[in-house]
């Protein structure tokens, strides 16, 4: 089965066509770049045009970096508070004609991580996966199953959002060092052991490619590992989501019309 995911994300929408089945890129992953303040018509008309490119008219997953509960965009850190309160699946369903399904985008890459990458083999107890880019985003699972919408990149460290003080994004503006950032993403990590005490901690977003210059400088008590799937997580969890969704529909479809 193959469905389209994309990752709107603060610098750039990513999309590719993925068999959710193997979790494999179909096709190559394109990436345009987030229009200046991510407001919700200009990202719909680039989302549109990563689907025309691909020529594209079936299910769509999306992830964006808000909680989204049945849809709703309920949270705006990196995008444009326009999208607060408004529907992604029916908004963007309207704007493209496909189906669309939406989720957090780390909760996509989570779900590409254990289902594909990284986590796969960590399916008992509970697995952080934290998104290092713009922001840092994060993902609980127990048992290999997802709490969704968990919001620890703002935990308070020092009196600041953390992902203001260790995102991806803050390492390159801060022109920090490795040695540096590995200071600030060792505090976050401790505060979150100390909070939900996981079993395994992934490291994903664009940066996990060099973990070998920061993990040296890092210790936790649970174990440390980089995701598989490194940028593409984000695409892949997202596409992955919507065909369990849509799967999930066809069956309640049939169940009906079977009583009907
Ligand atoms: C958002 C999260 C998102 C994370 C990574 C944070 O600013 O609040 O929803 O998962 O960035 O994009």
Redesign the pocket.
């Known amino acids: 089965m193959h469905v389209f995911g994309i990752d709107v994300g603060g610098s750039g929408i990513k999309g590719a066509i993925v068999d959710v089945v193997s979790g494999k890129l179909v096709t190559e992953r394109r990436r345009l770049p987030t229009p200046p303040g991510a407001k919700p018509e200009d990202v719909a008309k680039v989302i549109k045009e990563l689907l025309e490119m691909h020529n594209w008219s079936g299910s769509v997953g999306i992830g964006f970096?808000?909680?989204v509960i049945s849809g709703v965009i309920h949270?705006a850190?990196?995008i444009d508070s326009g999208w607060l309160g408004i529907n992604g699946e029916t908004f963007l369903h309207e704007v493209t004609g496909c189906p669309v399904y939406a989720l957090?985008?780390?909760d996509a890459a989570g779900l590409a991580e254990m289902n594909f990458g990284s986590g796969r083999e960590y399916q008992k107890g509970v697995v952080l996966v934290l998104?290092l880019?713009?922001?840092?985003?994060s993902a609980i699972f127990t048992n290999g199953v997802l709490l969704p919408n968990t919001?620890f990149?703002?935990l308070i460290i020092r009196g600041k959002d953390a992902?203001k003080r260790a995102s991806a994004a803050v390492r390159v503006k801060k022109k920090l060092s490795y040695k540096q950032y590995a200071k600030r993403l060792q505090e976050y990590l401790s505060e979150m052991e100390k909070l939900i005490s996981p079993d395994v901690i992934i490291i994903g977003g664009g940066i996990s490619k060099d973990s070998e210059k920061f993990f040296p400088y890092l210790s936790t008590r649970a174990k440390l590992i980089t995701a598989h799937f490194l940028n593409h997580a984000g695409v892949i969890g997202a596409a992955y989501y919507a065909g369990q969704r849509s799967l999930a529909a066809q069956n309640v479809a049939g169940e009906n019309s079977a009583i009907g």
């Open positions: 970096p808000s909680v949270t850190a990196n957090n985008d780390a998104t880019g713009t922001g840092i985003g919001e990149g703002h992902e």
